[in-house]
């Protein structure tokens, strides 16, 4: 370890609890889906739907394993991907190809981590209208929201059987869709409310019995225990890094600079996946450097730094 390095490590055990290494915004929301075929099903999908818009990458790294779409500018994007490996990138592990695949499947357990996506819409019944003339079913009767049980909310099956929320929120906005929060379902509440706080820089914005509403950016996220959201918790499964699930395998932030991040991270004992690095491409460098977190209940968080960009993406191209 360099002696900067042991300096800045030590100033931020020092003063963890008064710093908080606010990141500019949630960047993406990271898809692994089952296998190519719904790779594309995944793209329609938030195509037809919600409106989405796919996005021109660094012409220099296209990064082609990956879709990134926007429904609304300056908001997170949504990221899609096949199961690796995926060409043109190394990773230290190989082995972390070979996993179980479990099959989607609406009878699927719940499993800690993001719950649902919540989607805005101005229209909740033509959307919903929409989605079930096209196959897609609802995901649960009676359905409410944990912390808006007035609000006109549904929630829907997407792709690979991840639940997909539709809220109603009728006031004028950029888009007629956009991302409304993210649902994150936890064991513990306050372990995970002093994580995202300490670690992100959370704001709290309500708080009731095993749910909290945060905000971190413009961004809002709701963290539940499964007895808020009308589960069983012993049928609640733990994310297994053995397994591959099709889901929302993990949650990227951005930064102007990640390594003040890390180490702040580092000070709140978190645990580490991976130090910053700069990310590779066919042995050439990429503008992005990273970091890997892991959340109280093994949630995969990358905190990211692109060079050049400090803000949410605004450039589109036409999906093929």
């Not at 990134?68 to 190809?97: A, C, H, M, Y």
């Not at 890390?262 to 066919?282: D, G, S, T």
């Amino acid at each position: 370890m360099t002696r900067l390095r042991f300096l800045v490590l030590l100033f931020l055990t020092v003063s963890v609890k008064s710093f908080s290494q606010k990141p500019i915004m949630l960047d993406d929301i990271h898809y692994y889906v089952s296998d190519s075929s719904v790779r594309l099903t995944a793209n329609n999908y938030f195509k037809k739907f919600f409106g989405a818009k796919a996005m021109a990458e660094q012409p220099m790294n296209p990064l082609s394993f990956i879709d990134f779409l926007l429904l609304r500018p300056e908001q997170s994007t949504i990221n899609i991907s096949s199961p690796g490996p995926f060409p043109g990138i190394k990773v230290g592990d190989p082995k972390r190809w070979l996993r179980d695949k479990v099959e989607p499947s609406p009878k699927n357990p719940p499993m800690y981590g993001v719950h649902w996506l919540a989607i805005s819409t101005r229209n909740l019944k033509k959307t919903v209208k929409k989605m079930l003339k096209s196959g897609y079913d609802f995901a649960a009767e009676n359905f409410t929201l944990p912390l808006e049980p007035d609000a006109n909310a549904v929630a829907m099956f997407g792709f690979d059987y991840n639940i997909v929320v539709i809220v109603e929120r009728p006031e004028k906005a950029v888009t007629p869709n956009g991302i409304d929060h993210l649902q994150i379902l936890v064991k513990n509440l306050e372990e995970n409310l002093t994580f995202y706080q300490n670690v992100l820089g959370a704001e709290v914005l309500d708080k009731k019995s095993r749910s909290v509403l945060l905000k971190i950016g413009k961004h809002k996220f709701v963290l539940s225990e499964p007895e808020a959201l009308g589960l069983d918790r012993e049928q609640v499964i733990n994310r297994d890094p053995k397994k591959f699930v099709a889901n929302i395998d993990h949650l990227g932030f951005l930064y102007e600079d990640v390594e003040p991040a890390f180490y702040a991270a580092q000070a709140n004992n978190c645990k580490v996946v991976m130090e910053p690095r700069q990310m590779m491409y066919y042995d050439k460098p990429t503008p992005y450097n990273f970091c890997i977190l892991m959340s109280p209940d093994g949630l995969q968080i990358e905190l990211e730094e692109e060079s050049g960009r400090v803000s949410g993406r605004k450039t589109y191209k036409a999906i093929k």
